[in-house]
C-alpha cells in the first residue's frame, strides 16, 4: 500500500446487510418528515428564521417631518468610510443652513461595515437591513441622494456594546 | 393477407404504440419522481415551480434539453459519438417488449375497418408486445447490449474521464452479467421454463418466487443495480472523480438520450423483478384474476403496476441511502461473493428439487414450502454467519490481510 494512505479502522464484525438496512429505515424516516425549505420568493421569513435586525445590508437616509434629508453635510461619513464609497458635496443655503449638494454612494465599493451609521451626528444615514439588490445594470449601484431618502426598509440596529449579544 | 395475420399485426402495433407510448412517458415523470424523492429524503420538498406540484418540470426539461446547444468535442470520432446515444437507448426500449404487464384477455375480435380490411383475432391476447419463448434469455442478451453505447460513448469522446467511464462500465457491466446470469438459473430450475408467461404460472401455482429463491432474488437485484450503472454501482458516472463519467462530453438531446436509457432501464429492471420474484400481474390470495376477462386484465395490470412502481422506488431509496462503493470493493463483491454465492445456491435449489421430488412432494405448492424452508436456513447461513465484515473487505481488513504491514507504516 502506498505511502501516506489513511487506513479507516472498522470494527471487524459488522454486518454490511444490517448497516444497510438501518441506513434504510433512516432515509425513509426523513422521507415522512417536514420538509424544513423556506418557498423563498413567497415567503421571505418564517417563525424558525428571519433576517437579523443587526444585519448591515443597503443603505438608507433619514428624512425629516418635510421629506428633506436630514444630513448636514458635515464629512464624517466620507471621512470614516474604509471603502471610500461615499461621495458628498456640501452646500448651504440662504439661511446657512448646510445640506448635501450630491450625496451618492457606490454600493459596489461599499463593505457595508456600518461605520457611516456610528459616525453619523444627525442620525441622517443608515445601513439597512435589505439584501434584495438586483439591478440590470453596473451603473444603478449608485445609490444618488433621492434614491436614498425614498428607501422604506428597516435600518439595522448597530451593535451595542453594553448588550454584546443582542439580549 | 389472411384476416388473422392482420389482426395479429394490427393488435401488436397498437400493443407496441400503447406500451412505447407508456415508458416514454412513465420514464419522463420518473425523472420527476427521482428528484421529488430526493428531496423528500433530505427534507426538502423537490422540484414544486413548474406546474401543479412540479408535474410540468419533465416538460420543461425536456424543451430546455431540445434547444440546447449540441457540443461535439473537436477530437471526438463523429460517427460513433452520435450513434451511441442511440445504442444504449434502442436496447433500453426493446427490453420491454417481452414482460407480461396484465393477465391476457380473452378477445374474439371479427370486424371489417376501413383501409385495413377484415380483421381476426381469436383467443388470448398476451399484454406484452411479444410472448417470447425465449423470455428472459432475451432480456438478458439486451441488458448486456447496453454496454457498447456506454463503452463507445467513453472510447469515442477523446477525453479520458469519458474513457475512464467507459472502461469501467465495460468492465463492472460484464462482471456482474454473469452473476445475474447465474442468478436465473433457480428460477428456470423452479419453473422449467424460461418464458415470462410460464415463469407467472408457477408462481400462481405455487408461492411467488421471492420465498422459495430467496437468494437467488436477492443477487438478481444486487446484479441489477450494478446493470443500470445506479447507485451504489455507479462508477461509470463517478461524478466526485471523473467528472460525469461516459456522458462527461455530451450535452442537449445525446445526454437526454443516456438519461433515458438509464431510466428505462430501472422500469425493465423492476419489472422483471415483479414478474420474476413477485408474481408478475399474480394478485395474491385469489384466483379470481385467472379466470380472464377485460377487469380482470385490467385489475392485473394494476396489480403489476404497483409492484413494479415499489420496486422503482425502491432504486431511488437506494441511491438516496448508499454510498459509491470502491472500484475494487466492486469486483470483489461480483466475483468473488456474488458469482460463488450464485454457483451454490444452483446447486442447493437443484438438489432440494431433486430431494422434493424424491420425497414425493412434486406439486407446485409443496415444491416452492419446501423450498422455502431450505432457503430460511441458507438466508440465516448467509446473512448471519458470512456477513460480518466479510462479504465486502474494508482498508483495514485488506491491510490485515497483506500481514498487517500497511497498519504498521500508519501507526508508526
Known amino acids: ?167 | 393477407m389472411t384476416p388473422e395475420m392482420k389482426g395479429f399485426l394490427l393488435l401488436t402495433v397498437i400493443k407496441l404504440l400503447v406500451i412505447f407510448t407508456m415508458l416514454m412517458v412513465g420514464v419522463a415523470l420518473l425523472t420527476l419522481m427521482e428528484r421529488k424523492v430526493a428531496g423528500w429524503m433530505q427534507n426538502r420538498p423537490g422540484p414544486n415551480r413548474a406546474g401543479p406540484g412540479g408535474l410540468l418540470q419533465p416538460v420543461a426539461d425536456g424543451i430546455k434539453n431540445f434547444i440546447k446547444e449540441e457540443t461535439r468535442p473537436a477530437a471526438a470520432s463523429g460517427v460513433i459519438f452520435t450513434l451511441a446515444p442511440a445504442l444504449s437507448f434502442i436496447p433500453a426500449l426493446m427490453l420491454l417488449a417481452v414482460i407480461p404487464l396484465a393477465a391476457p384477455l380473452p378477445l374474439d375480435l371479427d370486424v371489417t375497418l376501413p383501409l385495413i380490411g377484415h380483421v381476426i383475432y381469436r383467443g388470448a391476447l398476451p399484454i406484452s408486445v411479444a410472448d417470447l419463448p425465449i423470455g428472459f434469455l432475451f432480456v438478458l442478451a439486451l441488458s448486456s447490449l447496453g454496454v457498447y453505447g456506454v463503452a463507445l460513448a467513453g472510447w469515442s469522446s477523446n477525453s479520458k474521464y469519458s474513457l475512464l467511464g467507459g472502461l469501467r462500465a465495460s468492465a463492472q457491466m460484464i462482471s456482474y452479467e454473469v452473476a445475474m446470469g447465474l442468478s436465473l438459473i433457480p428460477v428456470l430450475l423452479m419453473s422449467g421454463n424460461v418464458a415470462f408467461s410460464a415463469i407467472i404460472r408457477e408462481q400462481q401455482a405455487g408461492l411467488w418466487f421471492i420465498g422459495p429463491l430467496f437468494l437467488s432474488f436477492f443477487i438478481f437485484l444486487i446484479s441489477a443495480f450494478a446493470e443500470t450503472n445506479r447507485l451504489p454501482f455507479d462508477l461509470p458516472e463517478a461524478e466526485s472523480e471523473l467528472v460525469a463519467g461516459y456522458h462527461s462530453e455530451y450535452s442537449a438531446m445525446k445526454f437526454s438520450l443516456f438519461m433515458i436509457a438509464e431510466f428505462s432501464h430501472i422500469v425493465t429492471i423492476s419489472a422483471m423483478v415483479a414478474t420474476l420474484y413477485f408474481g408478475g400481474w399474480d394478485i395474491p390470495f385469489t384466483t379470481w384474476d385467472e379466470q380472464g376477462g377485460v377487469l380482470q386484465t385490467l385489475a392485473t395490470h394494476g396489480a403489476f403496476f404497483a409492484k413494479m412502481f415499489f420496486w422503482i422506488f425502491f432504486v431511488m431509496w437506494i441511491r438516496w441511502t448508499l454510498p459509491r462503493f470502491r472500484y475494487d470493493q466492486l469486483m470483489a463483491l461480483g466475483w468473488k461473493v456474488l458469482l460463488p454465492l450464485a454457483l451454490a445456491y444452483i446447486m442447493v435449489i437443484a438438489g432440494s428439487i431433486w430431494g422434493a421430488g424424491q420425497l414425493g412432494w412434486s406439486s407446485p405448492r409443496q415444491k416452492a414450502f419446501f423450498l422455502l424452508g431450505i432457503n430460511v436456513v441458507v438466508g440465516w447461513l448467509v446473512f448471519f454467519i458470512l456477513d460480518r465484515g466479510r462479504i465486502i473487505s474494508g482498508a483495514d481488513r485488506r491491510s490485515r490481510d497483506i500481514g498487517g504491514v500497511a497498519r504498521n507504516v500508519v501507526e508508526a
Open chain 1, 1 to 167: 500500500m502506498a505511502i501516506g494512505v489513511k487506513v479507516m479502522h472498522r470494527p471487524a464484525d459488522v454486518s454490511y446487510v444490517r448497516a444497510t438496512l438501518k441506513g434504510m429505515a433512516l432515509t425513509f424516516k426523513h422521507m415522512l418528515q417536514p420538509k424544513v425549505t423556506m418557498q423563498y420568493p413567497e415567503e421571505r421569513s418564517t417563525e424558525e428564521w428571519r433576517i437579523a435586525t443587526r444585519w448591515r445590508g443597503t443603505h438608507r437616509m433619514m428624512t425629516d417631518e418635510q421629506g428633506r434629508s436630514k444630513c448636514v453635510a458635515c464629512g464624517l461619513c466620507p471621512q470614516v468610510c474604509p471603502a471610500n464609497c461615499i461621495k458628498l458635496v456640501p452646500g448651504e443655503d440662504e439661511e446657512g443652513n448646510r445640506y448635501p449638494l450630491i450625496y451618492e454612494i457606490d454600493e459596489f465599493r461599499c463593505v457595508f461595515c456600518g461605520y457611516c451609521q456610528e459616525v453619523c451626528p444627525e442620525e441622517a444615514i443608515h445601513v439597512g437591513v435589505h439584501y434584495e439588490n438586483a439591478e440590470y445594470s453596473r451603473d444603478r449601484f449608485v445609490y444618488d441622494l433621492e434614491r436614498l431618502s425614498s428607501q422604506t426598509h428597516p435600518v439595522s440596529t448597530l451593535w451595542d456594546p453594553s448588550d454584546p449579544r443582542g439580549q
